[in-house]
């Protein structure tokens, strides 16, 4: 894995999460908070505020970028913002997988599995 | 219900976005609206109202934190690495530490709130009731006067203008030539606008539908700023030439309602008033023009008014009401001077009737819903209702002031226990203090909500007069601010009494927890907060119930005539496109018809229904001019109005002296006129008004007639000087029949309407209302008041009940073990019963005694709308008193009966 890629892992699950949803498909806010909540089962949910700092966080960072994209609205005022992942993101989500399929693949975090699955 | 609870979620939303810091609200505050608006719409969907209360539950707190973070991380010059710990910590101003606090009260007090549920649940429904109570009169007050008219833009710079006399007392519209010469000579206003009030029937095909117009200016809607939803203004061209261009724009709701929501209508030819007109635009939703309490639903241009109010000479009358644009830079004043300086030169070169000469001065002000005059009438009345939901705030504070008390005392020992691991005590006041504005600040969002719900519920009052008068009173972001500070206020003030009693300095007694002193002090406190709270709700319910002994008196004061079994329907002939001729054949056609209807005794033409707040005035020449009366070279200022031979059989003002109209008083006979007695004895002090003579449009009329003194205006005037002249005689096209009849309305009115389309099948369909409500106006404001302070009257009781029942429960389970042994040594049921009821009525009887002398003082503060009704009435004062100690009674019963069956064994037991 590249030096640089280090600084920005591990990614905080929020992080990881928006990020994998972008992987698939450009979206808008209300996208993404509807996507990552299916994902995770409810696990990780997004309100507007914490989701817009997730947001621009990733942009300041370079791992999202805002995407030339409007959607269709209702109004001229009802323009949603859509995001895509940047080729620096889409870097930074696969060394994070990648971390962490090394990890979940190690032998003690099978041992682990095996000997406390339910 | 729940629309009105998605709108003011927005609204909220929109406001608490502001936490945000400046830079991040700009790049993502639009996003984060139009997230949660999904979000909002996504919820109500899936579990209305509930599911809008959860989303809150779960937005707010995140919101609140992501923007104190935002704020925090605003302050701190370089970007923070990510990962890296010690960037954390280096970068601390000032601010970032009190910030760093505020987020670490913030949380504190969160965790806190949430382990007392029932609590905190409690304490924010208690400050949603009493701050609801104050933002609702507020979004009232808002609605209607204090915010720039909706849909206009740079609404803070437009400003009503009017001629007035010097003192102010009596203004005059504008003519157009005056409103030519302002609008071309001003500099210190951008713009000037006119306008007039016009009835229009409107149809597309079919049957036309009357509605409330404005004929404008073609500057109207660029002067107020505001954009067309489609289509679009008038063009200047449109502005210029007489009858050249028949164009209408119509309000968002008609183009709903009347034209299927269709954009292609645009360019479509209308009939307006008969006429083809092309319908050029509709104006964005809640939009509804300057006089807001009337709902504008068209707007035809100036020039198009010889079309649409036909047969007037408009050249020189003066008919129009103007506003403008302040330019930048501009004052009030600079403009003020410049328009008086211009209708100066007006005045001195133009041959304007010497009458106007007087109104050289201008008054200028704010452009608000309502002309200036009315605008200071409604802020007064609501000011008072303001103020009598203030005192369900003030009730609702004193009652979570009195809860947050009774938790400081809870939590003595923690705070000792923290003091004396070093805390500082003004940390711990900080924290505490956290705490009841926490609840103060969510108190106030359901107070918001509160209101939101309690002005859709004032909307529905139906408002007599008339028909297209109705109020939009929901709230706004300016609301939320008012309910915000007004909580935080309530907060600061009644939470620091609580949170410095619970840090208190004498550490070592209370990590004892030895209080028996304190204790002593402590209920001293809470019974002065109880009858406290007793007292203020007192004070509301005597003022509701005068309100309701108003109403009372108001519609027993006998009026002078009869308004039962009449029907009323106004005709606007005019807005028709019916020429004189046309209308007197539709008028006499009308009249023989109804006539012939079962039922109907007596018809009548007039031109206004009496009490109904309209009025006309005018002046007579009397005859040798008697120079003792004081009126100016004998002229004397009259009501009148215009009857015909029915009218007074209609009304039934009795006559006592003369006869009423013939059919042969009409336009080429001799004039004539019956007076009320107030003008009888001004005309013949000393004998017979009949036969005398007097001056009128420069005509001889002779009194026919004498009728008895009746009310014209209101419930409270002074009996004007009244007159009343053939309706032949004085030819108005837009009339009002009035009907005697022995059916009910219901079945009248669709009777009526038949003989109106078998008349002319194109008419819009006339609004029949009683006699009774277009004259139930004179007592409207007593109404509002008795609905709003029996409301905030049966709150505070309520609110007030519940305080006392908690201070009695406390006492009760205090007392447990000195219960208990007066069981043991032989107390009976009835005796603990007796024991613990006393002490609840000797709170309420305080609260009596204090209510009553409150309620004296500030009752005065209302006699102005009680009628014959003393501010002081006994029987008010006796009967809210009985309600209210009934209602102690059964707040502390409960807890009473709850003691009397103690059992003395467990309560021995027990601590």
Known sequence: MPADLRTYLPLKPVELQLLLALADEEMHGYGLVQAIADRTDGLVTLEPGNLYRVIKRLLGEGLVAESDRRGVAESEDERRRYYRLTAL???????????????????????LVRRWAT | MSRRLVSISECVFATLVRLFPPEFRVRFGDDMRELFRDQLRAAHDRAG???????????????????????????????????SITAETTFTSRR????????????????????????????????????GAVTTIFSAMNAVVLRPLPGTSGGNRL?????????????????????????????????????????????????????????????????????????????????????????????????????????????????VNGHPFTLIGVAPAGFRGVFTPLKTEAWVPLMMQAQLRPGRDLADAPWLWMFGRLE???????????????????????????????????????LTGLPD????????????????????????????????????????????????????????????????????LIGAIGGTFVAGLATAGLERIPIPGDASMSLELSPDPRVF?????????????????????????????????????SSARRTLGSSILIVGQLALSLVLLVAAGLFIRALDDG?????????????????????????????RAFYSALGERVAALPGVTAIAFTDIIPMSNSANGAAIQLDGADSSSGDRGGRLAVQLSAADPGYFDVVRIPFLLGRPFASSDDERSAKVAIVNETLAKRLAPDGNALGRTFGFHRQRVTVVGVVRDSKYGSLTERTPAFLYVPVAQLWRPDLVIMVRTTVAPASFAPAFRDAVRDIDPALPRPLVRTFEQETSIVLFPQRIAAIVTGVLGGVGLLLAAVGLYGIIAYSVSRRTREIGVRVALGAQRWDVLGMVVREGMRLAGTGVVVGVLMAVAATRLIAGLLFNVSPIDGMTFAGMSVLFIAVALLASYLPARRAAATDPLTALRSD
């Open chain 1, 89 to 111: 993101g889409g870097r930074v989500l696969s060394a994070e997988i990648r971390r962490l399929q090394s990890l979940v693949t190690s032998p003690s975090a099978r041992a």
């Open chain 2, 49 to 83: 109202a509930r599911g809008i209360v959860r989303l809150w539950v779960r937005t707010l707190p995140s919101l609140a934190q992501a923007a104190l973070l935002e704020r925090r991380d605003a302050l701190r010059p370089m970007a923070r690495r990510r990962n």
């Open chain 2, 96 to 131: 970032d530490s009190v910030l760093e606090t505020l987020l670490s009260d913030l949380r504190f007090a969160g965790r806190m709130l949430r382990k007392s549920p029932v609590f905190t649940v409690v304490a924010i429904i208690v400050i949603s009731l009493g701050s």
């Open chain 2, 159 to 271: 400003v009503l203008f009017e001629r007035r006399t010097p003192d102010f007392a009596e203004g005059v519209s504008g003519s157009y030539g005056y409103y030519r010469h302002v609008r071309d000579g001003t500099r210190t206003l951008s713009g000037v606008a006119a306008w007039s009030k016009v009835s229009l029937s409107i149809s597309t095909g079919g049957e036309g539908a009357a509605v409330y117009g404005n004929i404008v200016s073609g500057n109207y809607f660029s002067v107020l700023g505001v954009r067309p939803a489609i289509g679009r203004f008038f063009a200047p061209d449109e502005d210029r030439i007489p009858l050249a261009k028949p164009v209408v724009v119509v309000s968002h709701s008609f183009w709903e309602s009347h034209l299927g929501a269709d954009s292609t209508v645009i360019g479509r030819s209308v009939s």
């Open chain 2, 328 to 366: 930048r830079g501009a004052t009030r004043e600079a403009a003020r001077r410049e328009l008086a300086a211009l209708t100066s030169t007006w005045v001195d070169n133009t041959s304007e009737p010497a009458g106007y000469r007087k109104y050289a001065g201008i008054r200028i002000t704010d």
């Open chain 2, 373 to 440: 005059d009315a605008r200071n009438a409604f802020l007064g009345f609501t000011a008072l209702l303001l103020g009598a939901a203030g005192l369900v705030l003030l009730i609702a504070s004193v009652n979570v002031a009195s809860m947050l008390s009774a938790r400081a005392v809870a939590r003595r020992r923690e705070m000792a226990l923290r003091t004396a691991l070093g805390a500082a005590r003004g940390r711990l006041v900080r924290q505490l203090l956290t705490e009841s504005l926490l609840l103060f």
């Open chain 2, 481 to 517: 601010a008012f309910a915000l500070l007004t909580s935080v206020a309530a907060g600061l003030v009644f939470g620091l009494a609580p949170a410095l009693q619970g840090v208190g300095k004498d550490i070592t007694s209370r990590l004892r927890n030895d209080s028996a002193a």
């Open chain 2, 555 to 583: 519609a027993r004061i006998d009026p002078g005539f009869q308004t039962t079994g009449v029907a009323t329907a106004k005709l606007n002939a005019e807005s028709w496109g019916y020429d004189s001729t046309k209308a």
